[in-house]
């Protein structure tokens, strides 16, 4: 509903005539993670309102500070930040609550820093990228496919140019100007009906919060897409990463397929196709024309094209079972909801991070001694080395920095305790691999479950980290003999063929999945 209403508006601001699908590209990741933010934020301070005895709110008063994001990427790092968040919080007591409020003035007034990349000087490497991305660009046709971001090996993706007949350009990301927010063109509304205090609080704070790069900055972006060295006329667009946080690729990808482009999104990471629910994966196959799966489908959505691992991971050429070390890969979660998936939220990380000190606390004194804790640093400020060092002085931690095929190459045992594309690596990688989470906040769809009960059955997948190190402690002195069980194979290999296949034709896959979502394009323009 929102969207709908916010690209009338757009439209009406910009002189445009854009489709719905064109905002949809553009602005969608905006809108769907803010409205999630907001809405969590909401129900935050109705919860605290409702069930407890309040009698003040200290706020604080932020003067003339901005809270306007400059583009997606700056959105999502300020989101995580307490002064944006208490400034929400502040909007929400103040206009939608009787709570007596005590306004202290903030000492901080600078406002929410940007990401900006740091210039360095370039290598050798880059500058000879460089000259041959200036030569090979003489040679593109308008025509050409758009490819950046495939998560394709670089072979495959050369070889994947040498089938589509064009000359092989390895585009990188753009870097959005920087425009400065003006706040009079913030002076509308959304005119749609408000059936709950919520849709009016969010219909409100769209118009002073959508990030400047889709407002002020928009004829700069679209100058940007005209001065870039990318295809004018592309018959497809191609990518597995660049639908969300890269605007000046979103308003390509917008542009050219109000033009007649084919729009391929590739799965980027596991968790897709088996959590219950993920905002990301359908807004992913919303937009596309053609969603190219790591094995799986769905009869209901011809869309998705089941083309196999695009990263295409291969397994380590060492014997897992000889070697000394077990490799438990841990995630790491935001203290606030920032969207909604199939997963730890928020303050639910707590319970997350005592799962896998139980799993520790389980483990026999040997095996602890050999074990490394991958820690996923996400830049949430968790402290997660510090909280695991109190816990365990003497455990091997890795922040991690460290290449993780050399720590799985040293490893007899894989630990994944998340539904990422953590275990989906490991099982093409063939390393002995344990899965431990609590079902209540991983929660699987339908037509996932009947895998993960095979591989229940055959100890790779536990619903308890007490379970999951048990079984740890029983194979540990002979893996292999676990492992290569022929029940356990028939399981991981069921696994992989509907979640992780790895073809052995994929730049053909991917080369038909393109052809045909050109043609299928094409008739419709």
Not at 61 to 89: A, C, G, L, V
Not at 111 to 120: G, M, N, V
């Amino acid at each position: 509903k929102t969207l709908v209403e916010i690209s009338e508006q757009l439209n009406l601001i910009h002189n445009t005539q854009y489709s719905i699908r064109f905002w949809r590209i553009l602005i969608g990741p905006w809108l769907g993670y803010f409205s999630q933010v907001l809405f969590d934020r909401w129900k935050s301070i109705q919860n605290a309102l409702e069930n407890h005895e309040l009698s003040q709110a200290i706020i604080f008063d932020y003067q003339e500070r901005s809270f306007i994001p400059s583009n997606m990427t700056n959105f999502m790092k300020i989101i995580h930040q307490d002064d944006w968040n208490h400034n929400i919080y502040t909007t929400i007591i103040k206009k939608y609550s009787v709570l007596n409020c005590k306004t202290i003035r903030s000492e901080k007034n600078e406002k929410p820093q940007s990401l900006e990349l740091s210039s360095q000087n370039k290598t050798i490497k880059e500058i000879l990228f460089s000259i041959y991305t200036k030569i090979a660009s003489l040679l593109k046709k308008d025509s050409d496919t758009l490819l950046i971001n495939t998560y394709l090996p670089i072979l495959e993706e050369l070889k994947l140019c040498i089938r589509l007949k064009q000359v092989p350009l390895f585009f990188r990301t753009i870097d959005v100007k920087k425009i400065p927010f003006d706040k009079f063109q913030r002076n509308w509304n959304l005119n749609g009906e408000s059936k709950t205090d919520f849709e009016s609080f969010l219909r409100e704070m769209i118009p002073q919060h959508i990030p400047v790069t889709y407002l002020e900055g928009f004829s700069s972006l679209s100058s940007q897409i005209a001065e870039s060295s990318w295809p004018r006329r592309p018959k497809a667009i191609f990518t597995s990463s660049s639908y969300s946080t890269d605007d000046v690729f979103k308003a390509y990808a917008a542009e050219k397929t109000e033009l007649g482009a084919a729009l391929l999104i590739g799965q980027h990471g596991g968790g897709i196709g088996t959590h219950l629910w993920a905002f990301y994966e359908d807004h992913q196959i919303e937009i596309s024309d053609s969603y190219l799966s790591w094995g799986w489908s769905e009869s209901s959505n011809p869309k998705i094209k089941p083309i196999g691992q695009l990263k295409s991971t291969k397994p380590l050429t060492n014997n897992h079972h000889l070697q000394s070390r077990i490799l438990l890969v841990t995630a790491d979660f935001s203290l606030r909801s920032y969207h909604l998936f199939s997963a730890p939220i928020s303050s639910q990380w707590l319970s997350y991070f005592d799962e896998q000190c139980e799993f520790v606390r389980s483990l026999s004194p040997q095996i602890q001694n050999s074990l490394t804790v991958r820690l996923r640093v996400g830049g949430y400020d968790n402290e997660l080395y510090e909280q695991w060092r109190d816990k365990f002085p003497d455990i091997l931690l890795d922040k991690g920095s460290e290449n993780i095929n050399s720590l799985v190459k040293t490893s007899r045992i894989y630990v994944a305790t998340y539904n990422g594309t953590t275990f989906l690596e490991s099982f093409a990688m063939n390393i002995p691999t344990v899965i431990f989470w609590n079902p209540e906040y991983w929660e699987l769809r339908k037509s996932a479950i009947p895998f993960f009960e095979k591989l229940k059955e055959v100890g790779v997948f536990h619903e308890t980290s007490e379970s999951a190190a048990n079984h740890v402690n029983t194979i540990w002195l002979d893996v292999n003999a676990w492992w290569q069980r022929d029940d356990v194979q028939e399981a991981v290999n069921l696994f992989k063929s509907q979640y992780s296949h790895t073809p052995k034709y994929l730049t053909e896959r991917v080369e038909t999945a393109i052809h045909d979502a050109i043609g299928a394009t094409s008739k419709t323009f």
